[in-house]
């Protein structure tokens, strides 16, 4: 193998799949980077058997091959040449990576690539489906901080994808609140069909699109196993999550007692102020609904008490449709589900002070918010 790239390129198409290499593994090619020629191009690809990532960059080519060389070495001696062009030639009979890059020249030993697993592509197959990178990034974003953090109950680490009619739907719950994004597509899906992808893989996978211009196309492997993801760039594949994803369809009500409109920026300061108070006192926030008659809005009412330090409360005018009401939330869920809504205002719908707290970007349809309510003794 023989080649050369620009530094930057290396540096950016390393830092895109780094985050697939096995940190601890009694595989050390799992450790490694794969640096191979693919049809004029310089493919670099990791993988920790749960998700694989592979990316391409430009490069002259002279001679063909392929070589796998640890990753971290790899990463931190490109990450501090100059920005110019390096040159890559293989030893095959040493696997020795050897590197030049302006005055400085660089051996790294490597472990052959016939050792490194192989990573499902997409070959020939039509994608389910394909979508724009923002949109994808965007309902990633609003939708996979929702899922637990744990592995306790494997499913709810995981974001339920269903295809089916012109939508396809995203759902997270990590058994106290839910997120789910809606995005329409131009035409039906040919295929209904759903399936529980990683939140970690769908986070690794809204950073390297983020730059992506081409749509990204969506894949299941025909055993139903593992997800693709492709653009003509990058690639990533990933498990899915074997199981039932939990049916909340029965917690998203369908009525309201009490809607109240306000402003998502002056709700998120009032949140984060009451959150130096709230994290204290078992993250609990109380919110109060307070209808405004003919003499004016009505106002919204934040407030938290931490009995060790103080308390707080802020008032917000906002629009209230209904009756008075209260509800309290976990603090932080509430700041999550603020910073994912993106309009300048928010509707907060809510029935009783036992049932779930429902947000909703104003003027944009297809997300919802669900936070279950706190109990305060």
């Not at 992808?197 to 299941?220: C, G, H």
């Amino acid at each position: 193998m023989k080649l050369s790239c620009l530094q930057e390129n290396l540096k950016r198409g390393l830092a895109t799949v780094s985050h697939a290499v096995a940190g601890k593994s009694t595989l050390p090619v799992l450790s490694n980077v794969l640096l191979a020629t693919d049809g004029g191009r310089l493919k670099l690809a990791a993988t920790n058997l749960e998700i694989g990532i592979t990316c391409w960059i430009g490069s002259q080519i002279e001679e063909d091959g392929a070589v796998t060389v640890p990753a971290k070495l790899l990463s931190d001696v490109v990450g501090n040449l100059p920005n110019d062009r390096v040159m890559l030639t293989l030893d095959a009979r040493t696997q020795t990576l050897k590197l030049e890059c302006s005055r400085f020249t660089t051996h790294i030993k490597g472990i052959e690539a016939e050792e490194f697993p192989t990573i499902p592509t997409v070959l020939d197959r039509d994608p389910a489906i394909s979508l724009p990178p923002d949109v994808l990034r965007e309902a990633i974003e609003q939708v996979a901080f929702a899922a637990a953090n744990d592995d306790s109950r494997p499913v709810l680490a995981g974001v339920l994808i269903r295809l089916q009619d012109s939508s396809v739907i995203f759902d997270a719950a990590d058994g106290f609140r839910l997120a789910r994004r809606i995005v329409s597509l131009p035409e039906s899906v040919a295929n209904a069909q759903e399936f529980i992808v990683p939140a970690r893989a769908l986070n690794e996978l809204a950073r390297i699109i983020n730059d992506a211009e081409s749509p990204v196309a969506l894949t299941v492997t025909p055993g139903g196993s593992q997800v693709l993801f492709h653009t003509d760039t990058a690639e990533l594949v990933s498990r899915l999550i074997d199981g039932r994803f939990p049916d909340f369809e029965r917690i998203i009500p369908a009525t309201y007692a009490t809607r109240t409109v306000l402003e998502t920026q002056e709700l998120a300061k009032a949140v984060k102020l009451a959150s130096f108070f709230a994290t204290i006192s078992q993250n609990i926030v109380k919110v109060t609904m307070e209808p405004g008659g003919e003499l004016g809005p009505g106002r919204l009412v934040l407030s938290t008490n931490a009995a060790e330090v103080g308390d707080n409360t802020g008032e917000l005018d906002a629009m209230i449709h209904g009756e008075s009401g209260q509800i309290a939330l976990n603090v932080k869920y509430l700041a999550d589900a603020l910073s994912a809504i993106k309009t300048s205002q928010i509707a907060l719908e809510s029935q009783t002070p036992q049932s779930p707290g429902v947000f909703k970007p104003v003027g944009q349809e297809g997300y919802i918010h669900i936070i279950m309510p706190m109990s305060i003794r």
